[in-house]
């Protein structure tokens, strides 16, 4: 049979992962002639093959896809004949609309990490090796498409062996944007805050390593932005590292060496394995092995391995069974942990509320807090925080979807009817686009609590617009009035007056968010508990029961309203909200109680704090789940002040007991839960770990009564589905109810929400 002249057209992850010379050494295997080229859709394939060949060819595409590659569509047409000498890789193809995918920065690769430490290779001890397979992506892109002059290693010229290492279709770097090596790629420098040392590359290394033993705090630069690193055996130095950081119990991530060491630390189940290891290479939230500076020595858990030397300061992560736990991502922290023998410390370089530092000049405002600086000359063009997941009931819930994630465009049930531009939440923030069938989620931005976050968010946004030259016809955003989303929306639809704007009620959007990942196509019973949520009726949502579809919500129950004392300082005060409900359940009778609550005020604080609950000053009503936990963590001595957000939530964690059964008593009337007899039971409960075990026992039974006369899918959402207790619970209960995986379940998945509200706006 004569071969015919087809197009073919692959949509998915296929740009900067080595999906050409792919294509090149497969149609040579097949005999096949035609060319690939990147175009703005994914990768373009023209090829003269006879139908069963072309088949056979586009089956073995599909089987034999390098590591990093995913396939979303494959679009094939016959046209008309062409003939070709031979097969082709051509240059980039730039015309029509950009649909194609940012690639996410991987870890290094197995292969590139022996080179690493192979003194007999030219890259031997090179910081930056890399290949087609790993490396950074999505934090080097300027632009569309993927290649080296639209990053920031179009600034180094490469060398002739790197140049031929990048030209040869066969050669495991052909095409590596980010390729380099002694000769010509960048170059590490030690400094000293501002000061340069006049250390470079492998000696900056070692006196880095030196100075990590000192107990010194170094900011390193790493993929996405600077870690601030220090010797996490080392009691003294992390608590520099809080006191200079004005952090003084959230938890810090450690970089373990390898698995061995990462054992030594914590369990690891075999999920949690994969995700350790896997290509992006996120934090994994672990139980601990490590109590106290030393190893919890019991017969189930007693190895050689283990010592009774500490194997982690006390102070990492104080009062907490959990450690985040992650492995070297890029070649630099393979030899400063290969020489260090020790875990590090490695927590993102920014200040409380500000974006991650991604230069020199954001890293001036953390003048003070370290020591030296392990600098060097790529630029960070995207700035993207470690990514952070955990595994509860076998399943992963994604806390922070960063690095090695983001961007990653997400596939919907539906084809959305307008261009959408959604705006995310004001915690935790992340910002979409959407159009077509396809949303592109952005990473972590994080909390728009100040300037420099709220120029970041900009950024993000702007990034997002300019890459995909996207020009939105919605705009969508939550519907509170103070949220910075609003503000910068609301300038957005000033300067564009065709742009249409949709609010969208957070704990829908949360709900939405969840069936959007799930390609859920009708209705569902969504449970959207979380810290607070601007509600319909301008009260501050968060104990929400909702059946939910795509065109819009019923309320159908919620936790019966609570006056939050002092209104925004109650969210960081445990103790405001808890007196709220001693208010509520006693009036001014409560003030005589013996409980932790009241003594955690002064006599005047609470005659004003009584007057202010009376007479509604400063009380806004919510019927926020996350605030329950935070006034039981207050009423039962565990926590009065947060000095970070969740923190009452994970010290309930900690007082489980699964062995405690039974539940306190609430009621269930006309979609008003009311939580006070749930209160008045806790008071009375004499053991702390029986209060809090059957609290959670509580929440789960509420679930359970409102949900009984649905026969829809449960959905769960909101920032409270992090607790890992209440998430296992609730999957014990109920093993059908779905979480989202690849968004997360706390604010940070709003956004996709956001944008799937739009699809029936004409
Ligand atoms: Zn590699
Ligand atoms: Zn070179």
């Known amino acids: 049979m004569e071969p015919s002249t087809y197009k073919i057209t692959i949509e998915g992850t296929v740009q900067g992962v080595g999906f050409r010379p792919f294509v090149y050494t497969l149609a040579k295997r097949f005999g096949l002639t035609g060319s690939v080229c990147n175009?703005?859709?994914?990768?373009?394939i023209e090829l003269n093959a006879t139908p069963e060949m072309l088949e056979r060819f586009l089956q073995a595409l599909q089987e034999e896809l390098p590591p990093l590659a995913s396939i979303d569509a494959i679009h094939t047409v016959e046209c008309e004949a062409l003939h070709f000498d031979d097969f082709q890789i051509v240059t980039t193809n730039q015309e029509g609309e950009r649909t194609v995918r940012i690639p996410p920065d991987v870890s290094i690769c197995a292969e590139c990490e022996k080179e690493l430490f192979d003194p007999a290779n030219r890259r031997y001890g090179y910081p930056f090796i890399t290949c087609t397979h790993c490396g950074v992506r999505y934090s080097i892109i300027y632009d569309l498409p993927y290649d080296r002059k639209n990053t920031s290693m179009k600034f180094f010229k490469m060398c002739k062996t790197c140049e031929a290492?990048?030209?040869?279709?066969?050669?495991?770097?052909?095409?590596?944007?980010?390729?380099?090596?002694?000769?010509?790629?960048?170059?590490?420098?030690l400094g000293m805050r501002n000061e340069e040392l006049g250390i470079e590359d492998n000696e900056a290394i070692d006196k880095t390593v030196e100075f990590l033993l000192e107990g010194k705090i170094v900011a390193v630069k790493g993929v996405g932005g600077y870690h601030l690193m220090c010797d996490a055996t080392n009691?003294?130095?992390?608590?520099?590292?809080?006191?200079?950081?004005?952090?003084?119990?959230?938890?810090?991530?450690?970089?373990?060496?390898?698995m061995e060491m990462a054992r030594g630390l914590a369990e690891i189940c075999e999920e949690e394995e994969t995700l350790l290891l896997s290509k992006e290479r996120p934090i994994v939230l672990l139980k601990s092995k490590v109590e106290g500076g030393q190893v919890i020595h019991d017969s189930s858990q007693r190895d050689k391995s283990q010592t009774t030397r500490p194997l982690i300061a006390t102070n990492v992560a104080p009062n907490l069974s959990r450690?985040?736990?992650?492995?070297?991502?890029?070649?630099?922290?393979?030899?400063?942990l290969e020489r260090l023998k020790r875990p590090l410390v490695a927590t993102s370089a920014n200040l409380s509320d500000e974006p991650i530092c991604t230069d020199m000049a954001s890293l001036e405002s953390l003048q003070g807090v370290y020591d030296y600086v392990l600098e060097h000359d790529r630029q960070i063009v995207n700035g993207c925080d470690d990514s952070v997941v955990m595994v509860v009931a076998g399943q992963e819930v994604i806390l922070r979807r960063a690095r090695g994630y983001a961007p990653a465009s997400i596939k919907l049930p539906f084809s959305l009817r307008k261009r959408t531009l959604a705006m995310g939440a004001n915690q935790k923030n992340t910002v979409a686009i959407g159009f077509d069938n396809q949303v592109i989620l952005s990473p972590h931005i994080g909390d728009l609590g100040s300037i420099g976050s709220v120029e970041y968010y900009e950024k993000n946004i702007e990034t997002l617009k300019r890459i995909y030259e996207f020009a939105p016809e919605i705009v969508a955003y939550d519907k509170h009035p103070n949220y910075e989303s609003i503000k910068v929306?609301?300038?957005?639809?000033t300067q564009h007056s065709t742009l249409n704007a949709l609010t969208v009620q957070h704990h829908h959007a949360h709900i939405l968010g969840v069936m959007a990942e799930k390609q859920i196509d009708g209705k569902v019973f969504g449970v959207a508990f979380d810290g607070t949520g601007y509600g319909d009726d301008g009260k501050l949502w968060g104990g929400e029961f909702m059946v939910c579809g795509y065109d819009g919500?019923?309320?159908?129950?919620?936790?019966?309203?609570?006056?939050?004392?002092g209104g925004e300082k109650a969210i960081k005060e445990p103790r405001r909200v808890a007196l709220g409900l001693l208010f509520e359940c006693f009036g001014e009778a409560a003030l005589k109680l013996d409980v932790p609550t009241i003594q955690a005020f002064s006599k005047t604080q609470l005659h004003t704090l009584y007057i202010a609950w009376q007479k509604g000053l400063n009380t806004p009503l919510s019927s926020s789940v996350g605030r329950l936990f935070d006034a039981v963590a207050s009423l039962l001595g565990l926590c009065h002040v947060m000095s970070f957000e969740g923190e009452s939530g994970m010290l309930l964690e900690e007082l489980y007991d699964a062995s405690v059964t039974g539940h306190y008593p609430f009621e269930y009337k006309g979609g008003e839960i009311d939580i006070?007899?749930?209160?008045?039971?806790?008071?009375?409960?004499?053991d702390v770990t029986v209060a809090v075990s059957k609290f959670f026992n509580t929440l789960v039974e509420m679930i359970a009564t409102v949900y009984a006369p649905y026969d829809?899918?449960?959905?769960?959402?909101?920032?409270?589905?992090q607790n890992r207790i209440l998430l296992e619970l609730v999957f014990r209960r109920f093993p059908d109810a779905i979480i989202s995986n690849t968004i997360p379940p706390n604010d940070g998945g709003i956004a996709l929400g956001q944008i799937v509200a739009s699809r029936f706006i004409e």
């Open 39 to 44: 175009g703005t859709q994914g990768v373009e």
């Open 165 to 189: 290492e990048y030209t040869d279709p066969l050669d495991r770097r052909y095409h590596a944007q980010p390729i380099g090596c002694w000769e010509c790629g960048p170059t590490l420098k």
């Open 235 to 258: 009691d003294a130095a992390v608590l520099k590292l809080r006191e200079r950081k004005q952090r003084p119990a959230k938890p810090f991530a450690v970089m373990a060496r390898d």
């Open 323 to 336: 450690i985040g736990l992650f492995l070297p991502y890029t070649p630099l922290h393979l030899l400063l």
């Open 489 to 493: 929306a609301k300038s957005l639809i």
């Open 553 to 565: 919500y019923e309320r159908v129950a919620h936790i019966d309203y609570f006056k939050l004392i």
């Open 676 to 686: 006070l007899p749930t209160i008045a039971a806790i008071l009375d409960e004499e």
């Open 712 to 721: 829809l899918p449960l959905v769960l959402s909101g920032g409270v589905f």
